[in-house]
C-alpha cells in the first residue's frame, strides 16, 4: 500500500457526516492499482501513516512520527547436547556486563505435543538476551558494541532508539557469534562445554523497529489537550481508523486486539442524531 486518500469534496459543516469513499492506491506486480472502499483501517506502523495519508492533520502526524520503536533482538542457538549446562547445575547464566546479559535452555523439543524430552545428550535451544527482557538499550555492553561508541548525553528515548536502530543493522553476524561461543565457552567450559564442537547453528533475529512506546512520563512533556501522543495519533480520519500497537503505547498483543476493537467501533454507525457529532 501507497496512498490512502478520501475522495470528492470534504464535508463543510461541522456537523455534516462524512460520506466520501476511501481511495487506497497499492503496488502490485510493478503496477499502481487502486481499490475503493467505504472505510479503511490503517494497522501499521504509525511512523508510516504520515506519509501514507498526508492530509491527516498536523498534530495527528506529528503524533504519529513520535512512534519511535525500540530496537531489540534475541539470539538462538542449537547446541549438540546440554551435558554441561546440568553438571554445573543450571538452565539460566546471567552475564550483566557481557555483550548479550543472560543466556538459558529453551524447553526442550515435545514430539505430538507430548511430554519434552528431557534427555540431557540431545540437542537444546538456548536462548541469548540483550538483558531483563530484548530490548538493546537496557545493556550498555551491547548498545557501545553495535553504535562503537558510548551513547551521547542528552538525547531523547527516541533519539536513542534511531541510534541503536542503525547501529544493529550495521553490526555484522561475526560479532554476535563471537559473544555467543566466548559466554558460553567462559560459562560452561568448566563443565565440558566446547563451542567449537557443541554449537550446531546460530541464528540472530533483529528487530530494529521492534517495541511500540508510550510516552515517557518522566521526560516527555504533556500535551495541551493530556493526550499521550499514541490517543492523538489514533484519531479517527473521516472513514479511516488506526489500529495497531502504536495506537495503544504498547507492544502488547491483547493492547493490539483492543486497539482493533476501537477501530472497527468507530466503524459502526449509531443513531444519536445530534449528539452523535459532539
Not at 561508541?149 to 541510534?163: C, G, K, S, V
Request: aromatic content about 8%.
Amino acid at each position: 500500500m501507497v496512498r490512502v486518500q478520501h475522495v470528492g469534496a470534504a464535508p463543510v459543516g461541522l456537523f455534516e457526516p462524512e460520506t466520501r469513499p476511501v481511495a487506497v492506491d497499492y503496488m502490485r506486480d510493478g503496477r499502481c492499482s487502486r481499490v475503493m472502499a467505504r472505510n479503511v483501517i490503517l494497522a501499521g506502523n504509525n511512523n508510516m501513516i504520515p506519509y501514507l495519508c498526508p492530509e491527516m492533520p498536523e498534530e495527528q502526524k506529528a503524533a504519529q512520527h513520535k512512534a519511535v520503536r525500540a530496537a531489540n533482538q534475541i539470539t538462538t542457538v542449537l547446541i549438540r547436547n546440554w551435558e554441561a549446562f546440568r553438571k554445573a547445575g543450571v538452565t539460566h547464566v546471567d552475564t550483566p556486563t557481557g555483550f548479550f546479559g543472560s543466556f538459558a535452555l529453551d524447553v526442550p523439543w515435545a514430539q505430538d505435543d507430548g511430554q519434552p524430552d528431557m534427555d540431557p545428550g540431545k540437542g537444546v535451544i538456548v536462548i541469548f538476551m540483550t538483558g531483563t527482557n530484548s530490548g538493546i538499550l537496557n545493556n550498555e555492553t551491547m548498545t557501545r558494541a553495535i553504535m562503537g561508541t558510548d551513547m551521547p548525553d542528552n538525547l531523547t528515548m527516541q533519539q536513542q532508539f534511531r541510534m541503536v536502530r542503525m547501529g544493529l543493522l550495521q553490526t555484522p553476524f561475526s560479532v554476535f557469534e563471537r559473544a555467543v561461543r566466548t559466554q558460553m565457552n567462559d560459562a560452561l567450559g568448566p563443565y565440558g562445554f566446547d563451542a567449537a564442537r557443541d554449537i550446531l547453528g546460530i541464528t540472530v533475529n533483529r528487530w530494529p523497529h521492534g517495541f511500540a512506546m508510550a510516552q515517557n512520563s518522566l521526560f516527555d512533556p504533556p500535551s495541551p489537550t493530556g493526550e499521550q501522543p499514541c490517543e492523538i495519533a489514533r484519531r479517527q480520519f473521516g472513514r479511516i481508523s488506526i489500529a495497531n500497537s502504536d495506537a495503544s503505547g504498547q507492544d502488547l498483543c491483547n493492547t493490539a486486539i483492543d486497539q482493533a476493537w476501537r477501530a472497527v467501533e468507530e466503524m459502526v454507525p449509531h443513531n444519536y442524531g445530534y449528539y452523535n457529532r459532539i
